[in-house]
């Protein structure tokens, strides 16, 4: 009886542990998350320099083990242009492309060590993500967690593409070759274009976060919908990120909606 008794207590107090366990991953007190950099490049079908910035790109995606979040943003008179690019464009001083613009916090200048050095500082927000698709509407709930009090803060909510072609103009050899020549100029043939911005889901420039979830250890929780057109992809990728008062970036997620459910349902915290 006495050793039923032991394994009851044993049992019970595993249980416990295990439950606190789960709490804690989902709401870190005083605890740190992994920083993902949003990075909005500003680009152009027609821009003969922007496969240079879409090379060291996709080098430092590579790099980083996916810790940057991309968004390309084409710009008037391109086959995939951002029907709002010209507000972006103003709000954030951008002239001409390409341009990429590092946590909505100034330009970047090309250099990894900028970007890598970014991420290598916690953040204490994380973001996750619960979506499911029916038809082709598009369930989102993201989850921001806290790890301190914070306040005045926005959620954005994109929706990305990946492997569209259209031909793409370049300057001699950027990263993929010297192209083709069609008229006067050379162009790379039906080059894949990745993380093309195609809407926003949230407001543009993001939705207030009510001050009462933003404190240490809360988790704030907003649901969407979104009706993907016949011309999307139903593979489109999710981006999200949480901005404070003055627009700058605190830290940001590339979601993959398909097939990844259970890495998007959890914070990146820090080990």
Not at 4 to 13: C, E, P
Not at 24 to 38: E, I, P, R
Not at 147 to 168: C, F, I, M, P, R
Request: net charge negative.
């Amino acid at each position: 009886m006495k050793n039923k008794i032991l394994f009851f207590l044993s049992f019970l107090f595993i249980s416990c542990a295990t439950e606190d366990a789960e709490v804690q991953l989902d709401a870190v007190v005083d605890g740190k998350y992994k920083t993902n950099v949003l990075m909005e490049d500003y680009t152009a079908t027609w821009c003969q320099w922007c496969p240079r910035v879409s090379k060291k790109m996709e080098d430092l995606w590579s790099s980083t083990s996916k810790r940057i979040t991309p968004v390309a943003i084409h710009r008037y008179s391109d086959v995939f242009e951002f029907s709002k690019q010209g507000e972006m464009a103003t709000k954030f001083s951008v002239t001409g492309a390409p341009f990429v613009i590092l946590q909505r916090n100034g330009r970047w200048n090309e250099q990894a060590v900028k970007v890598t050095d970014l991420i290598a500082i916690d953040s204490n927000i994380g973001l996750a993500l619960e979506s499911s698709i029916k038809d082709r509407t598009l369930s989102l709930t993201v989850k921001v967690g806290f790890g301190a009090d914070l306040s005045d803060l926005k959620l954005s909510v994109y929706l990305t593409e990946n492997g569209l072609k259209a031909n793409q103009k370049t300057q001699g050899d950027l990263g993929y070759g010297e192209g083709t020549k069609i008229g006067n100029s050379y162009y790379l043939v039906d080059f894949v274009h990745d993380h093309v911005l195609r809407a926003s889901i949230s407001q543009l420039f993001g939705d207030a976060i009510d001050t009462s979830k933003s404190k240490n250890g809360e988790i704030f929780e907003k649901t969407y919908e979104y009706v993907i057109p016949e011309a999307y992809s139903l593979k489109s990728n999710i981006v999200a990120f949480v901005s404070n008062k003055d627009d700058k970036v605190l830290n940001s997620r590339y979601f993959v909606t398909t097939g990844e459910a259970a890495s998007n349902g959890k914070f990146q915290t820090v080990e």
